[in-house]
C-alpha cells in the first residue's frame, strides 16, 4: 500500500503547514514506520514558530539527547516579535473597528488610502503591519487569528503582491480551521484572479520558488498547479465538493493542467467521479441540478485515463478504466448489438453513463 500513497508526491506543491494534515494521517496509518513520519514532520515544524510542537517531536526522534537551545533562543526572539506586531496591528485596527470609519469606507481603495491619511495619519506601510501580523499568527499556528488579519489587510490594500499573498494565506487559514464554505469562495476568488491573467504579481505562494521574471504563461500554469493540490482539500470536505472539482478539473484549463504538470491528480479525479454517480443519480427535486459535464464525467475521466497511462496509473485509475472499458466490451460480446437482454441494459447503463 505504500507505494501507493501520493503524500510525497504532494507536499511539495502545499504550504508547510498543510502538510501537517497529511503526516498527522499518515501516523495513524501505519504505512510507513512512526519514526520516518515523525522525522518528516519535524522537518516541518522546525522551520515555523510552533516550537512546543518541534520540542515535542524531537523529544520523541531523540528520547535520550537533550533539546536545542536554539529553540529557547527563538521562543524569546518570537514572544519579542510577536508583542511589536501585534501593537502596530492594533494601531490599525482601531482606527477602521471605529464604526465611522467603516461607514466612511468605500470600494475604491486608493480613495480608502487617502481618507485614513487625511483623517487618521495611516499610511500603507502602516496598513501592512496587519498582514506581518497574521502571517506571523499563521507561523505559529493561530489560523483563526491569522485569517481575521489577513482579510482585513486584503480590504484596505493596493500592494497588489502582498495582496496576493495574503489571498493564499487566507486559503490555507480557512482550510486548516475547517471553514470549508468560506475556503470555498477564497478558493474560487483566487481561481478567478489566476485565469485573469493579471500581470500585476505572481499568483502562486512565496514558498513556490518561482523566479523573479516568469513568463506570465508559466507563472499562470505553475499557480493553476498550486491551486489544483490546495483545493483538494476543499473539495473532498465540503458538500458539493465533489460535483464542483468535477466541474472544474473537468474544464479544458485545469484538464490541461493536470495533464501537463500533475497527472497524479487523476486519482482524485477518478474518485470524484465515482463518488458524484450517487448525488447525481438522485431526482431532481432531492439533488441539485446535476450539469452534462457531471452527468458524463466517467466517460470523461476514463478517456483521459486512458491517454494519461503512459505517464500515470494507479489502482483507482485503473479500476475504473477497467470497470467502465473492460466490462463494456464484455456486454458487447454478450449481446452484440447492445440491445442488452434479460435486464442487461439496466446493468450496462451504469457504466456507460
Known amino acids: 500500500m505504500a507505494e501507493h500513497d501520493l503524500s510525497k508526491t504532494i507536499i511539495p506543491y502545499l504550504d508547510r503547514h498543510l502538510s501537517f494534515p497529511l503526516l498527522a494521517h499518515l501516523s495513524e496509518t501505519s504505512l510507513f514506520p512512526d519514526e520516518e513520519v515523525h522525522a518528516a514532520q519535524y522537518e516541518l515544524a522546525k522551520g515555523t514558530n510552533m516550537f512546543d510542537y518541534a520540542v515535542n517531536l524531537f523529544q520523541q526522534i531523540h528520547p535520550d539527547d537533550e533539546v536545542p537551545a536554539e529553540f529557547d533562543e527563538k521562543r524569546k526572539n518570537a514572544v519579542s516579535t510577536h508583542e511589536r506586531l501585534q501593537q502596530e496591528a492594533q494601531a490599525v485596527l482601531d482606527v477602521i473597528e471605529n464604526p465611522d470609519v467603516a461607514q466612511a469606507l468605500r470600494q475604491d481603495k486608493n480613495q480608502n488610502l487617502q481618507y485614513l491619511k487625511e483623517n487618521y495619519n495611516l499610511t500603507l506601510d502602516q496598513i501592512t503591519a496587519l498582514y506581518n501580523f497574521g502571517k ?13 488579519y489577513l482579510y482585513h489587510f486584503r480590504v484596505l490594500s493596493t500592494d497588489n503582491d502582498l495582496n496576493t499573498s495574503a489571498h493564499w494565506g487566507k486559503l490555507a487559514s480557512d482550510i486548516l480551521t475547517g471553514r470549508w464554505e468560506i475556503a470555498l469562495e477564497e478558493l474560487n476568488t483566487l481561481r478567478d484572479a489566476i485565469d485573469s491573467r493579471s500581470p500585476s504579481s505572481i499568483l502562486v505562494p512565496s514558498t513556490s520558488g518561482a523566479s523573479s521574471a516568469p513568463e506570465p504563461a508559466l507563472v499562470q500554469l505553475h499557480s493553476r498547479t498550486w491551486l489544483a493540490h490546495w483545493s483538494l482539500f476543499v473539495y473532498f470536505n465540503h458538500p458539493q465538493g465533489r460535483t464542483l472539482l468535477l466541474e472544474t478539473f473537468l474544464s479544458p484549463t485545469y484538464l490541461n493542467t493536470i495533464q501537463t504538470s500533475c497527472p497524479w491528480v487523476l486519482r482524485y479525479l477518478a474518485t470524484a467521479a465515482i463518488l458524484s454517480r450517487k448525488s447525481s443519480s438522485l431526482p431532481a427535486s432531492a439533488s441539485a441540478p446535476v450539469s452534462p459535464r457531471v452527468r458524463n464525467a466517467i466517460r470523461e475521466v476514463v478517456k483521459v ?49
Open 136 to 148: 506571523f499568527q499563521y507561523s505559529y499556528g493561530n489560523y483563526s487569528g491569522a485569517a481575521d
Open 305 to 353: 485515463i486512458q491517454t494519461e497511462e503512459y505517464q500515470y496509473q494507479d489502482p483507482v485509475t485503473s479500476f475504473l478504466k477497467e470497470l467502465y472499458i473492460d466490462l463494456s466490451n464484455v456486454w458487447k460480446l454478450y449481446d452484440g448489438d447492445g440491445s442488452g437482454e434479460n435486464g442487461c441494459q439496466t446493468d450496462r447503463h451504469w457504466i456507460q453513463t
